[in-house]
């Protein structure tokens, strides 16, 4: 069902009969009842039952006199109302959160195996990723490798928010992720949205959220993620959180273009060639995320390598290292 069929404010909790009501009054003006009907498209009857509820809502005053007027209230007005109370509502709800939590730790059936939950199937890995990357009030920390569970070229939405509202979120790319052809572009998204990323060791995938809850697969295979594994706050969680963290110390910062779509100017490619070929990938599969021949990416290479005065890619990139630290002046 689409935005429009639900209607705009279906996400204030107004429904489509009384959305049509409030808006036939914006377009008209005050009305009686009995001339609101049409523009609205329902019944007298209809709207003299809704309008118990579009005062409580805020959509509308009454007017005096008789018969029956109705006058729409600002939509700068209503709809800030609204929006505030669903805003109330979310953080009580958060807030019951702590209370149903503590609910749960005093319940009498209560047994360690609770800690750990096994979550079948790729769609319902996925929709557990995502869920904890929504429920994330503080940090999301990660471990990227392959087999994917998630549609590498979507967005992650889910993460995307989470760092609009102040969620930092940490990843390691394993050298494996960028075999993915869409994992390049995926990366530059999440970095532009404010992803801090490192490339490096990468012995599972784990994502961890507020160091409350962590996701990874159940078992080691290199095709597909058919079932995963949810940890709550416990021990075994404290050594994933450590995992992450001395993994993050060595891995190295991986610096990529700003570019949205596939870097083909000098300046971009060379230096998402320098971060992919950091990663350990052969040169057919650095085409292949730049979205170049095997031939230019040659030239590139050659002309990368007389720039810097290094006959070898280690040569090359050791010099590079020294040029961004300001130890090698440019010729």
């Not at 069902?1 to 914006?26: F, I």
């Not at 503590?102 to 557990?128: F, K, M």
């Not at 292949?288 to 040569?315: E, K």
Request: charged share 20%; hydrophobic share 45%; proline share 6%.
């Amino acid at each position: 069902m689409s935005e429009t069929e639900k209607g705009l404010l279906a996400g204030l909790g107004v429904s489509a009969a009384e959305e049509a009501a409030y808006r036939a009054l914006l377009r008209h003006g005050p009305l009686p009842l009995s001339k609101l009907a049409e523009p609205a498209g329902l019944s007298t009857d209809a709207l003299r039952r809704l309008v118990p509820s579009l005062e409580q809502l805020g959509l509308v005053s009454r007017l005096a006199g008789r018969p029956l007027r109705l006058t729409a209230t600002p939509p700068t007005v209503a709809i800030d109302a609204l929006a505030a109370r669903r805003q109330d509502e979310l953080a009580s709800s958060r807030a019951a959160a702590t209370v149903l939590a503590a609910e749960e730790t005093w319940s009498p059936d209560g047994e360690p195996e609770q800690l750990i939950e096994i979550v079948n199937g790729p769609d319902a890995v996925a929709r557990r990723y995502y869920q904890l990357h929504e429920m994330a009030q503080h940090e999301v920390l990660g471990l990227i490798k392959p087999p994917f569970a998630i549609d590498t070229g979507q967005p992650n939405l889910a993460q995307e928010a989470g760092m609009r509202r102040g969620v930092r979120a940490r990843s390691i790319y394993g050298p494996s992720a960028f075999e993915d052809p869409a994992i390049l572009m995926h990366v530059k998204r999440c970095v532009a949205a404010g992803e801090q990323a490192r490339i490096g060791e990468v012995p599972i995938k784990l994502a961890i959220a507020d160091a409350k809850v962590a996701i990874l697969p159940l078992t080691s295979k290199p095709v597909t993620v058919e079932s995963a594994l949810v940890v709550q706050a416990s021990a075994l969680l404290d050594a994933l959180v450590s995992l992450f963290e001395a993994l993050w110390r060595t891995a190295a910062p991986l610096e990529l273009s700003e570019s949205g779509t596939a870097a083909t100017s000098g300046s971009t490619l060379d230096l998402d060639v320098v971060a992919l070929l950091a990663s350990g990938m052969q040169d057919e599969a650095v085409a292949r995320q730049l979205g170049v021949s095997a031939r230019t990416l040659q030239r590139r290479l050659q002309t990368m390598f007389d720039q810097l005065g290094g006959r070898t890619r280690f040569q090359a990139g050791f010099r590079a290292g020294l040029r961004a630290a300001g130890d090698v002046g440019r010729d």
